[in-house]
């Protein structure tokens, strides 16, 4: 964290992968499920120079969503959305093997 100077009264913070968490977990709590705000979100994503430039905000906005929202999938809209544009692999749970009981 640093201060801002000359006030001292705010702070940011430095590392990029906070404020990018921090900023993911917001629009989180301010979109929830609403897939017609998500979709606004990314259309303006789209248009930013660099995609690569915003891939760790994007991927940080996919963990929170997938964090906060109960219930969240990683096949959701929005998480399904980031993982395209960003060749995020989905990981599907592995499922244990059935227990065999004796005859």
Request: glycine fraction near 4%; charge should be negative.
């Amino acid at each position: 964290m640093q201060t801002n100077v000359p006030s001292k009264e705010n702070v940011r913070f430095v590392l990029d992968p906070v404020a990018e968490y921090l900023a993911g977990l917001h629009l989180v709590d301010i979109y929830g499920e609403n897939e017609s705000k998500w979709r606004d979100f990314l259309i303006d994503a789209d248009f930013q120079n660099s995609p690569e430039a915003i891939k760790g905000f994007m991927l940080a906005v996919r963990d929170c969503y997938l964090a906060k929202i109960p219930g969240a999938k990683d096949t959701d809209f929005l998480p399904k959305e980031i993982a395209a544009r960003y060749n995020v692999s989905i990981a599907v749970p592995l499922q244990s093997p059935q227990a065999v009981s004796p005859g």
